[in-house]
């Protein structure tokens, strides 16, 4: 029973973290160029997660192959500079609350593509789940402000499903570790042809102005020190351990409960600290999205319960 009560813990401590991820990086907007925080959270949080990766690959006997650039390239472009990329420029223009809504969704968008990619089996209830979610997010904002909030789950959904591929072998810490690390050098590549005269331009031209010219440990005041090591050691890595450690003490679906709770801690955290108002819809769009996600999680944690007894 200890066992399950600190898997317990790390799940409630995960959702808290996650809850605050929006919430921070409002708070450094225009402390930080949107690319800037992007890049340096998973540079630096991949880097504090290489110890834990390395204790996992040794406690699993797992080497290092030429095959395993190439995926942990994949992966980090699928996580970091595909799904992170729209995940910032989503909280760049929409409210901090409403994207933590909308990127609690992933869960359900991962067991859809688990059936499709890895052919694990799926039920009714997840796509009653899936209804319930996506008519949440449309109640909650309107789909055009939306859909960087829904692209970037859905990304990160497919990350998360390709990730399972070297889960057994490395272990998921070290895939998330060397994910971030491969992510973040590939978006650092992408920042420094933006500072090139044709590329930058390219960019410009496409209005895509928040990767031209963007500055990596440059102009960052004393005061925003304390920020970002939150951002990097806390949201990034410590958050990512937590999530991790929930899944392998409890299970995947148990684990999931962290994208039940953050739907409700995180628009209060907003308006404590953003004073971002919770409105009407946005209260229904949260009802919505805890129906959709309580009908994909219960019937699982319901039949784990009995095969236990």
């Known amino acids: 029973m200890k066992r399950s009560y600190s898997g317990y813990l790390y799940i409630v401590l995960c959702a808290v973290i996650f809850s605050t991820m929006e919430v921070m990086l409002k708070t450094v907007h225009g402390v930080f160029a949107p690319m800037q925080i992007t890049c340096l959270r998973f540079l630096i949080g991949g880097l504090l997660l290489v110890p834990f990766a390395l204790r996992s690959m040794k ?6 192959t030429r095959a395993d650039v190439g995926f942990f ?11 992170m990329v729209l995940y ?18 992933n869960p359900i968008f991962v067991t859809m593509l688990a059936y499709f990619l890895l052919r694990e ?18 109640i909650i904002i309107d789909p055009l402000h939306a ?12 990350y998360s499903v390709v ?11 070290a895939v998330t570790c060397f994910s971030f690390l491969f992510g973040s050098v590939e978006l650092l590549a992408v920042l420094l042809l933006g500072r090139t005269a044709a590329v930058g331009g390219l960019f410009a031209s496409l209005g895509l102005d928040i990767f031209v010219n963007v500055p990596l440990f440059s102009g960052i005041p004393l ?25 392998e003490k409890t299970s995947a679906q148990e684990a999931s409960l962290i994208f039940f709770l953050k739907p409700m801690i995180a628009p209060l955290f907003a308006f404590l600290f953003l004073r971002e108002e919770i409105t009407a819809n946005m209260l229904l769009g949260i009802v919505c999205f805890l129906v959709g996600s309580g009908i994909a999680i219960l019937p699982g944690l319901i039949a784990q319960k009995k095969q236990r007894a």
């Not at 209830?125 to 008519?135: C, F, G, R, S």
């Open 121 to 138: 089996e799926i039920h009714r209830n997840h796509l009653i789940a899936l209804a319930l979610e996506l008519l949440a997010v449309l």
């Open 59 to 64: 406690k699993k006997g797992a080497a290092f």
């Open 223 to 247: 005061s925003a020190l304390p920020a970002l090591a939150y951002i990097c050691a806390v949201n990034s890595a410590a958050g990512y351990v937590c999530h991790m450690m929930a899944l």
């Open 73 to 83: 390239a994949l992966t980090g472009f699928l996580c970091v500079a595909f799904s």
């Open 147 to 158: 859909s960087l909030a829904i692209a970037s789950a859905l990304v990160f959904s497919f």
């Open 163 to 173: 990730g399972k591929k070297r889960t057994p072998r490395f272990g998921g810490i």
């Open 88 to 105: 910032q420029m989503a909280v760049t223009y929409t409210k901090a609350s409403v994207v933590a809504i909308i990127f609690s969704c």
